[in-house]
């Protein structure tokens, strides 16, 4: 490796690290203190940089809180187009949902710590469209997905259409298991209810939606 090579190398592991500490600071903000509590300037203080490095790495506050938000609105698309061969959409999103129940996954919110995660969404009008807006992104992206997976037409409703039933089946599905949550019922009895529920929610999807796009080959 050069010596530019080298240096731009260590440059970008610099700025992973400079972004990963802010975020990790500003998280443990918003635990002690709630989200609309915390400045900007209070999480550039605790981090020890200026807020126009805040800024550099999150253009808002709610990005601070939501610092896996690209990952989180390109995951369902990425799972369309990356299937197996001979898998549908669906059954690609299904065996992935199913995995995240079985592991605690953060990606559908089923992970250690989600409860006080979608309580402070909930308590913060910002938050909540922040959230919302990063449900339609993911939507969108979705639609996208399938749309050139099935080489749609530009006017064909069909990939939106499906791109709607899958989130929000899946909306369905989390926000239920929350809701269990914050009336007391303990995480293991939830997750195993969800699973079953689960399963029957995609039998419903596939056998309307069905293997659109035709599966890969």
């Known amino acids: 490796m050069s010596a530019m090579s080298e240096e731009l190398s260590l440059r970008e592991r610099k700025k992973r690290e400079t972004r990963q500490r802010i975020s990790d600071v500003a998280m443990g903000l918003f635990m002690r203190h709630g989200f609309d509590k915390v400045t900007v300037a209070e999480v550039a203080r605790a981090a020890d940089v200026s807020v126009n490095t805040v800024f550099n790495y999150f253009k808002t506050k709610e990005e601070l809180f939501l610092d896996r938000q690209d ?24 065996d ?13 919110g089923f992970n250690a710590g989600a409860d006080w995660w979608h309580q402070m969404v909930a308590d913060s009008p910002a938050l909540t469209a ?30 939106r ?52 796009p035709e599966p890969s080959r």
Request: charged share 35%; hydrophobic share 45%.
């Open 96 to 108: 992935d949902f199913l995995d995240a129940v079985r592991t605690r996954h953060w990606r559908y």
């Open 71 to 94: 990952t989180a609105e390109e995951f369902l698309a990425d799972l369309v187009r990356g299937r197996a061969p001979g898998v549908s959409a669906v059954r690609a999103i299904r």
């Open 130 to 159: 922040a959230v919302n807006r990063l449900h339609e992104a993911r939507q969108e992206k979705l639609a996208a997905a399938l749309a050139d997976e099935a080489d749609a037409d530009p006017d064909d409703l069909t990939p």
């Open 161 to 212: 259409v499906v791109a709607a039933q899958i989130c929000a089946t899946l909306t369905v599905l989390t926000e239920q298991a929350h809701r269990r949550r914050r009336a007391g019922e303990a995480w293991e009895d939830i997750l195993a209810d969800t699973e079953k529920k689960a399963e029957r929610a995609f039998d419903l999807l596939e056998h309307g939606i069905g293997d659109y």
